[in-house]
């Protein structure tokens, strides 16, 4: 009697292999994430980005035929920031505490009714009404969104996550300007003037794609094998489906734990982050480069119509474009290598933070001739440039350090204090600087004491960001070397 041979097993895999297999499985599962969540990212901060920045665009609109908007936009654009200063930590603390996705959904609808209603205005009363509404309901919502990632990717890896979306604050401000031209040429349709035709058609098309949001983004995720609990207040709203099921769901849950456990934070939780040193570097950082980006953003026109006055309001909208496509093109260079080498932080936002510096002095000393026009106008394409990068690191720095130290809350409190505070630098360049400081307006070169003030805050954001690389080492060498923020 012959026995039958038993069947050998099949060779385990070496754990090298096994590890590059997982990590491969896991590289599939983040390309996912990105195609689910990116996206509706990138739209709805295109969009919030097209509203908030129409009114800059509105003082050099058919100026000619008188039917721009009125000079008192300066201090609307300040009155939006104090209000997004003041409910910005309120408004993503509460989206720590309820659905993320519903969260961002109700922003963006909200500015759409805002951006819609803006179409009425007819004094300075009802411009400075809408644009403190318009910071109110927007506060949180880009904190929220970094908040939103470190959800679902480690903190390590979100830069370059943050810079893909942000790009849409680029593209809408180069489209806003380039679309502007075709408005102007709308001037008297329909009884409404060029500005109002563009108030009008940015906030519907916000408001549809706000309510499309709420099947669009998932919320936040669950551990595997939990099942999602909605309270009959939220019963009514749509059910996104889940981004991730299965062996992925199992995967990703092994992979970024941390982000699944949902602590119920306490106001001395609150406080504990509120408290923390490393938050006054960031917040430094972030004051100069939002400060000079929403000034180069709101009063880029102007200074490209100071270079040469006989620009006219199409030639102004069109040379506009151009400093937000060159931002968008720092931010996919610069972003990708901030994340390959992320110990190296400071030095990825400081060289593009320098490179804002060098525009801002090409663009103010290049000469006067008409030759010289040119160069200054390089010197500001070098500024956008060298802006895209750095508020992407800055957001992936903070949610880096107040992760792992504090949690969900460090994330959500951390980043709305960074964004909040530091966009009292947009207050300073919006309503200080430019239109807001008369006399700036006829120094030799023009706006000579603005720029100068944007390279001072650039130069405190670079000195901040060193400050705060030696303090972290110091505390790690104290620490034993860990790697621990």
């Not at 659905?99 to 963006?108: F, G, Y």
């Not at 106008?377 to 949610?399: D, K, Q």
Request: with cysteine.
């Amino acid at each position: 009697m012959c026995s039958m041979p038993s069947k050998t097993p099949p060779p385990t895999p070496p754990p090298n292999h096994i590890a590059a297999q997982a990590a491969m499985r896991l590289h599939a599962i983040y390309r996912h994430l990105d195609w689910r969540i990116i996206p509706a990212f990138w739209v709805l901060y295109f969009l919030c980005s097209a509203v908030r920045s129409t009114p800059g665009l509105a003082l050099t609109m058919n100026i000619k035929q008188g039917d721009d908007l009125e000079s008192w936009v300066s201090t609307g654009l300040a009155l939006y920031y104090a209000s997004y200063v003041v409910f910005e930590v309120p408004s993503n603390l509460l989206m720590s505490k309820l659905s993320p996705s519903v969260w961002l959904a109700r922003i963006v609808i909200s500015v759409g009714i805002i951006g819609t209603a803006m179409v009425g205005i007819v004094n300075a009363g009802g411009f400075y009404a809408l644009r403190f509404l318009l910071g109110l309901v927007e506060a949180g919502m880009w904190p929220g969104m970094t908040f939103f990632l470190t959800l679902y990717y480690p903190t390590h890896h979100i830069a370059r996550r943050i810079g893909y979306y942000f790009t849409a604050s680029q593209v809408s401000a180069a489209v806003v300007g380039l679309v502007s031209a075709g408005f102007q040429k709308m001037n008297g349709d329909a009884g409404l003037v060029g500005f109002r035709w563009m108030f009008l058609i940015w906030g519907l098309v916000t408001l549809v794609v706000g309510f499309s949001l709420l099947w669009w983004l998932p919320d936040r995720p669950l551990i595997p094998g939990e099942t999602r609990k909605r309270s009959r207040w939220t019963s009514w709203l749509p059910q996104p489906p889940p981004v991730l099921t299965g062996e992925d769901a199992e995967l990703h849950y092994k992979d970024l734990r941390r982000a699944y456990v949902r602590r119920n934070w306490t106001m001395k939780d609150l406080g504990k982050v509120l408290l923390d040193w490393r938050i006054w570097p960031l917040i430094v950082m972030y004051f100069g480069v939002v400060g000079v980006g929403n000034g180069v953003q709101s009063y880029g026109t102007v200074l490209l119509a100071a270079i040469n006055p006989s620009f006219s309001g199409i030639d102004l909208s069109l040379l506009y474009a151009p400093i937000w496509i060159c931002d968008l093109i720092g931010i996919l260079t610069v972003t990708p290598l901030s994340d390959k080498f992320y110990k190296h932080r400071a030095l990825f936002f400081s060289v593009p933070t320098a490179i804002q510096i060098a525009g801002l002095l090409i663009a103010t000393y290049a000469g006067n001739s008409l030759a010289d026009h040119w160069g200054r106008y390089v010197g500001i394409l070098l500024v956008g440039f060298g802006l895209g990068p750095t508020v992407p690191i800055t957001m992936t720095w903070t949610a880096e350090i107040f992760q792992a130290r504090h949690g969900e809350v460090g994330v959500a409190a951390a980043s709305a204090l960074v964004s909040g505070l530091g966009n009292l630098g947009s207050v300073v360049t919006t309503y200080a600087l430019f239109d807001g400081w008369a006399a700036d307006a006829h120094t030799h070169p023009v706006y000579l004491g603005s720029m100068w003030v944007m390279v001072g805050i650039l130069m405190a954001s670079i000195l901040a960001s060193w400050v705060l690389t030696f303090a972290l080492a110091m505390v790690r060498r104290k620490g034993g070397g860990g790697e621990e923020y």
